[in-house]
């Protein structure tokens, strides 16, 4: 009996570690600067994502992959506040409920589901309207090794999908599974990009697998 009621305090021990919460600002640097240098399939270039200080004092971009960036701002106590994003044309998208994409604190099993208009404000001095839909949970804390055999302890693994509807009736989907490491952000991920035609004729569908190579954080 004894042993029993050690095994069963050291679960409820596990489970509320499991279940603190951490700074999201530990786990998404968000100083302009910072890069992150991430495998690429053969013969292809490394894929750079980076932070680059924003259009207004507090804002900051940050571009993936596509040279695409998504607009930021950045609150210690509220979190990171998604404002909308910078396409790979330079066309901007501005959504008219701007949210949260994570509090200040987070812990396995938050979720966020929201919808919200947007204008998108076209290179040609156009303004078109749509819709973004985002889908998320953290998942918990994993190890995670990476191509170089680099292990990365206790990362935050997030599984979101996202969903663009355009004026032109196009549409565009993507389903993710990414993992944040302490200090570095992050270190390994899995996206799949779906484009649909407004036919409804799946025009696009890609899966981009990638992990960490270096990490430059902010001067």
């Excluded at 973004?132 to 990476?146: A, H, P, R, S, Y």
């Excluded at 952000?185 to 697998?209: C, D, H, Q, T, Y």
Aim: charged share 25%.
């Amino acid at each position: 009996m004894h042993r029993l009621l050690s095994y069963c305090l050291l679960l409820l021990l596990a489970s509320e570690t499991t279940a603190q919460k951490v700074r999201i600002a530990d786990y998404y640097p968000s100083q302009p600067g910072t890069r992150w240098i991430y495998t690429a399939p053969p013969d292809k270039p490394d894929y750079i994502s980076r932070i680059e200080k924003g259009e207004t004092e507090n804002t900051v971009w940050h571009y993936d992959a596509t040279n695409a960036a998504k607009v930021l701002m950045f609150d210690k106590r509220k979190g990171l506040l998604y404002l909308g994003e910078i396409f790979n044309d330079r066309s901007k998208v501005v959504f008219e409920k701007p949210f949260y994409w994570f509090a200040g604190q987070v812990r396995r099993g938050d979720s966020l589901y929201i919808t919200t208009p947007y204008r998108k404000h076209e290179t040609d001095g156009r303004i078109t309207e749509g819709t973004f839909t985002l889908n998320q949970k953290i998942l918990g804390f994993e190890d995670v090794t990476v191509s170089s055999g680099q292990i990365y302890r206790q990362c935050m693994r997030v599984d979101f999908n996202t969903h663009w509807t355009f004026a032109d009736g196009r549409q565009a989907k993507s389903i993710n599974v990414y993992y944040f490491a302490k200090g570095i952000g992050p270190v390994k991920a899995s996206a799949r990009f779906i484009i649909i035609s407004p036919e409804g004729k799946e025009l696009i569908n890609r899966l981009v697998e990638t992990d960490l190579k270096k990490f430059e954080p902010a001067l």
